[in-house]
């Protein structure tokens, strides 16, 4: 699994010129499910993106988490997070999770996250979204295998 996350001041995601999902202050986090993903690193994901904490105390010091300022979420399922320039100049995708089982993890993070945070939008999995943003920073952080 990987985490994209962006802190932002706002973003929105729009799908044939209709906002679809929209937020204020919090994280924009695109995810992408890998071939052997599941449950259980979907929670462990899950669990380290609510209990980052990236956002300014009163001292300007990161030590808030998206619960501390009561922050938003919006969701965004990015299948190219998984894309291999390894070789070539044309991406390869093949550590990408099947479409069935990563839009069931996307689902899945989202009804997780719903129980916790009281404001929780998402995009509509695997369909050609527009994202806009104002980065708050811009602070970004890539949650993957190799961070875990």
Do not use: W
Request: hydrophobic share 40%.
């Amino acid at each position: 699994m990987r985490l994209f996350i962006q802190r932002v001041l706002q973003a929105e995601v729009t799908v044939d010129g209709e906002t679809i999902g929209k937020i204020g202050k919090g994280l924009l986090v695109f995810v992408g499910a890998g071939k052997d993903d599941n449950k259980e690193i979907a929670d462990k994901y899950l669990k380290k993106l609510l209990g980052l904490r990236i956002f300014e105390d009163e001292a300007g010091k990161t030590n808030f988490s998206l619960k501390d300022v009561s922050g938003e979420l919006l969701f965004v399922s990015q299948f190219t997070l998984y894309a291999n320039c390894k070789k070539g100049n044309r991406p390869s995708f093949i550590e990408a999770g099947e479409p069935k089982m990563a839009e069931e993890l996307y689902e899945y993070m989202i009804r997780e996250a719903q129980k916790s945070v009281s404001v929780v939008e998402h995009g509509s999995f695997g369909a050609d979204m527009k994202v806009s943003l104002i980065n708050d920073g811009p602070f970004t952080i890539l949650l993957d295998e190799h961070i875990l």
